[in-house]
């Protein structure tokens, strides 16, 4: 107990120091404890809209001029007519000066409107201290300058009482000087954020900018009529936008301005949301105020970015309800396995709240919330798929408190051991591939025991004529049957040679076809079944011949990782899974299920659930009893994976109910019903990638053609697929360096052989979930090696996504550089997705590579592998049977 408290405390003070550390406040900065010199001020409410015309009433015009008393010296205006106009003669009530603007543009006749409302303010307000002419139209390229002096002219001459000028960006100031003899005073906007500058240099940057103006226009005053720092919305360059950086750009700011006496006005008074249509989320997120007019930006003392993080920091905490669980359930194990899961734990509970509560802390896009809500299901299912290679490692890499281990029981006596039927179902296979199986099978160790050859659907006799001729060599241990078009692909072929086993036999063997066995394989394993609960016991597939080639070299230790590791790991609750080959069952136990699955192309597996689902014990000796050959091509490989997800689909399909945790029906315990979600939710997973793949692909397409859109993603699209693709690698690298024990090289290429099967689990996934009847794939063994085209070609369907990917993420660096970190970090991810399809080309192009042991290629390793064993023994029975109801 004390070891539980403490790993409780540990991960406690870890999870609020990493909360504390990510949103620890920003470096200090002087308070600003004076009135802000001017503010511009739009009086748009959340539901009001220039653009749609719904304006804000006098009413509400007013509360907001009584709302900036005493904490704003003035206010700017920009238009002077859709009720902008009532302002001077409503802020004079309350003695609150006003710099009155005129809006112009193209549309000629507004302009005369504009012109003439501002005039007629400026003659009956006295509160009225500057007029700004115009607003940015010789940046937007409305006016040339001569043209805008005119209107100047005609509001100079109208009231000689008032300076006058027009707001311009600094630069525009620069290149067209001219435009200063027109104005009474210089009026301009110095914005570092719009200007791609980074916050730490905002300040350097703005009063560089405003000194370079003074000195070129040094006989006139110089006005900063904007000057700001959005606090929420995508980075823009490198400049970000955030609630800290307002903060301290603006206190910087205005207490350098009351240093050095410097004239501005604060861009903007209230955040305006009605602006995102026009310049993104950042567009309504300027103001000093919210909307609703409350206090955004601490003026004094400390400036947190997320004040809501104390309650998410709480809410994480819920994590410790399945923690203290764990803890409790999995006392025997290290102290180190039990603390690494419960750090995981937490770190997966904190980040799912911080994706949660990131619509609340950062405004989104509406594309982007769409986003959020299309891929929050996502993200939480790779968040359980870290929880599960966490779990994993915290077994598999301290495995001091797995309890359930068996090794081989040597049994000298023959006395007492149980007849084996072994059964081998072969299909249009290399005959000499099958009579070396036959040879190593012959050879076995074992007093009582029968071999059953069942060859299905080979319709030329130059292949299956000599398997029955060596059967008739090896003596009556062995029979041969060969079945005419038979239904049930291997299925059937296996509940073929179950109706005609030995009456007396009470274990049945299943050997693949190009396996060759140990002699003490019966010998060392069937001790087991004395035990009457035990129906299933299984040793791991093994591979042979692979080395010095270089494709089946990782094609081998990619295999071997589950064997090592996952059976390991799921053999502790009893859930191992069932595989077609080196696994014995008791024969009472396979009659009682109805024996092998026609219906599913995964038939091993699903037999072991439905064993297992009736209260039966499985048993996992994790040493090699036999090896076999791998797919000679990356096609065949593939083929197999399809098999065995799409199979998976299947199962789940037909046993899900089983497997939900509050059904009572079924034997299977929590433990088993985890193993087997679990042991298949990676794959679903994969599947998901195509979602985000798509996903990512059409964001970024939108980034290109439709920027106002779609803006740069933020890192709640980035973080967690990045995250949990790290992880995914921490966790294979680090088991396999532990459990598997294969050189550095080995390990990367069993994880680019991992990784290029991707594609072909998610469609396998997605055909499953919406399909029934795909055929049983062979994995045929032995093919002859393809040239480089057609190893290219067993890749299109990944060779055409790896270059989208590329391109967009080429596409997307050309079109916004390399200075915001935003659009790096899309790039990168765009890069790291396209991984699993890069790892496709490899793997296809080393398929085709011949070896790199001098003379041994792929065909020679696929010959030496079915070398034949001497043959002996007297004829047994061979049978030829023909069915012809073929589904």
């Known amino acids: 107990m004390r070891k539980n408290a403490l790993i409780v405390l540990i991960v406690f003070a870890v999870n609020l120091g990493l909360w504390a550390f990510f949103n620890r406040p920003a470096d200090p900065q002087l308070d600003f404890t004076g009135q802000v010199k001017a503010v511009s001020f739009s009086p748009y409410r959340a539901d009001q809209d220039p653009l749609v015309n719904k304006f804000p009433t006098p009413k509400q015009i007013e509360e907001d001029i009584v709302f900036l008393k005493g904490k704003a010296g ?6 002077s007519l859709d009720g902008m106009e009532l302002i001077p003669g409503l802020a004079d009530k309350h003695d609150m000066p006003v710099m009155a603007g005129a809006w112009l543009d193209k549309r000629l006749k507004r302009n005369e409107l504009e012109i003439a409302a501002l005039i007629k303010n400026l003659q009956e307000h006295k509160n009225i201290k500057r007029v700004f002419v115009g607003n940015e139209s010789i940046l937007r390229g409305d006016f040339k300058v001569a043209e805008l002096a005119e209107y100047i002219r005609r509001v100079k001459e109208a009231a000689p009482h008032v300076e006058v000028s027009t707001a311009e960006p600094w630069h525009v100031w620069i290149n067209n000087p001219t435009l200063a003899d027109s104005v009474d005073f210089i009026s301009i906007h110095i914005l570092p954020y ?9 300040i350097e940057w703005s009063m560089k900018r405003y000194k370079q103006v003074v000195e070129r226009f040094p006989d006139k005053h110089v006005l900063v009529a904007e000057i700001g720092w959005p606090s929420n919305g995508e980075r823009w360059g490198k400049a970000k936008a955030s609630i800290a950086n307002e903060a301290k750009f603006l206190r910087q700011f205005m207490n350098l301005a009351a240093q050095q006496n410097i004239d501005y006005c604060v861009m903007e008074a209230f955040d305006q949301p009605w602006k995102r249509p026009l310049e993104g989320v950042v567009g309504a997120h300027w103001g000093i ?16 970015e997320d004040t809501l993080w104390p309650v998410q920091f709480g809410v994480s905490l819920l994590a410790f309800i399945p923690m203290i669980i764990f803890l409790h359930k999995r006392r025997s194990q290290p102290f180190s396995g039990r603390l690494f899961f419960s750090l995981l734990l937490q770190t997966v509970s904190s980040s799912l709240v911080w994706i949660a509560f990131t619509p609340i802390t950062i405004e989104f896009l509406p594309a982007e919330t769409a986003a959020w809500a299309m891929l929050l299901p996502m993200q939480i299912g790779l968040l359980a798929v870290v929880l599960i290679n966490g779990f994993e490692m915290s077994e598999m890499l301290w495995p001091e408190g797995l309890r359930r281990r068996f090794y081989p029981l040597r049994h000298d006596l023959d006395a007492g051991l149980p007849k084996v039927s072994i059964h081998v179902a072969c299909c249009k296979e290399p005959p000499d591939m099958v009579i070396a199986t036959m040879n190593s099978l012959a050879a076995l160790d074992y007093p009582n025991y029968e071999v059953l050859l069942i060859d299905n659907n080979t319709t030329d006799p130059g292949q299956w004529k000599p398997l029955e001729e060596h059967c008739a060599k090896l003596g009556s241990r062995f029979r041969f049957f060969h079945l005419e078009e038979w239904p049930g692909y291997k299925a059937g072929a296996l509940n073929f040679a179950l109706q005609n086993t030995a009456p007396d036999a009470r274990v049945i063997a299943v050997v693949d076809s190009d396996y060759q066995v140990r002699p003490s394989w019966l010998r060392s394993l069937t001790p087991y079944f004395e035990k009457p609960d035990i129906a299933i016991v299984q040793s791991p597939q093994d591979h042979r011949e692979w080395a010095g080639d270089p494709y089946k070299t990782v094609c081998a230790w990619e295999y071997d990782g589950f064997f090592r590791i996952g059976m390991v790991h799921r053999n502790e609750r009893n859930a191992i899974i069932q595989h077609g080959t ?52 990356y096609a065949g490989f593939k083929r197999q994976r399809f098999r065995w997800a799409y199979g998976a689909v299947q199962i789940l399909k037909r046993h899900w109910r089983q497997l939900l945790p509050w059904n009572k029906t079924t034997s299977l315990d929590l433990g088993q019903k985890y193993h087997f979600v679990a042991g298949w939710l990676p794959w679903f ?18 980034m290109l053609v439709l920027p106002r859109y779609f803006g740069t993603p933020l890192s709640i699209f980035l973080l967690p697929p990045l995250g949990a693709f790290l992880f995914k690698l921490f966790h294979f690298m680090w088991l396999y360096q532990t459990r598997v024990k294969c050189g550095i090289w ?36 032995c093919e002859e090696r393809c040239a480089v085209v057609r190893g290219l070609l067993m890749a299109r369907e990944e060779l055409v ?21 935003d659009i790096v970090t899309w790039a990168v991810i765009l890069l790291v997705q396209s991984t699993p399809y890069l790892a496709s080309l ?4 080393i398929s085709v590579v011949p070896g790199i042991i001098p003379g041994v290629d792929g065909k020679l390793a696929c010959t030496n592998a079915c070398q034949m064993v001497p043959a002996a023994g007297p004829a047994p029975v061979a049978l030829s049977v023909e069915r012809k109801d073929k589904v």
Not at 74 to 79: K, V
Not at 194 to 202: G, H
Not at 751 to 780: C, D, E, W
């Open 842 to 845: 490899c793997l296809s192009l």
């Open 685 to 702: 997973a994969d599947a998901t990638q195509i979602a985000v793949l798509v996903v990512s692909l059409v964001w970024s397409l939108g």
């Open 801 to 821: 996504i790896l270059g989208l990917l590329w391109l967009a993420a080429a596409g997307v660096i050309a079109r916004y550089g390399t200075e915001n970190p």
């Open 582 to 633: 080196m696994t014995m069952v008791r024969k009472a136990v396979l009659e009682e299920v109805g024996g092998w699955g026609e219906w599913c192309i995964c038939e091993d597996a699903e037999l072991g659930l439905k064993v297992i689902e009736r209260g039966y014990q499985a048993i996992y000796v994790p040493e090699s009893f036999g090896t076999g050959l791998t797919p000679d091509t």
């Open 289 to 304: 105020w919210t909307v609703d007019r409350e206090l955004k930006i601490p003026l004094t003392g400390v400036i947190l």
């Open 746 to 781: 080995e390990r990367i290429g069993a994880a680019i052989a991992g990784l290029a099967l991707t594609h072909t689990i998610a469609k396998a996934i997605f055909q499953g979930v919406f399909t029934s009847k795909k055929p049983f794939l062979r994995t045929p063994k």
């Open 194 to 202: 719009w200007e791609r500058i980074p916050e730490e240099k905002a």
């Open 74 to 79: 003035a206010i700017r205006t920009y238009s």
